[in-house]
């Protein structure tokens, strides 16, 4: 059974910086893209960045620059490394994996920036 498990949300000030994780069991060896979204209060989740089997990783204009995604594969673990922050930075955070068009979601990870 394939879970994902994130951690390292928290309440930061502006300009501040968090690492979420994402822990991942299961049938890893078969993922084809892992990813990470957000979703704001009263808005639609939004996809921040990806990394494919063999790939680099990308991420959207909203965080180039600001975020980066890494991922340590003997602790089958993906990161996101968030710096500088910001108010509108607010969301639930989700990590996903994608198995030939089948996607498991983790459960989220609250970020909150105040401003």
């Known amino acids: 059974q394939v879970q994902l498990v994130e951690s390292g949300g928290g309440l930061v000030q502006a300009g501040g910086s968090l690492r979420l994780s994402c822990v991942v069991s299961?049938?890893?060896?078969?993922?084809?893209?892992m990813a990470w979204y957000r979703q704001a209060p009263g808005k639609q989740r939004e996809l921040i960045g990806a990394?494919?089997?063999?790939?680099?990783?990308n991420l959207t204009d909203t965080v180039e620059g600001r975020f980066t995604i890494s991922e340590n594969n003997t602790k089958n673990t993906m990161y996101l490394q968030m710096n500088s922050l910001r108010p509108e930075d607010t969301a639930v955070y989700y990590c996903?994996?994608?198995?030939?068009?089948?996607?498991?979601w983790g459960q989220g990870t609250q970020v909150t920036v105040s401003s």
């Open positions: 996903s994996a994608d198995e030939f068009g089948l996607v498991y």
């Open positions: 299961g049938r890893t060896s078969s993922f084809t893209a």
């Open positions: 990394i494919t089997y063999g790939g680099r990783p």
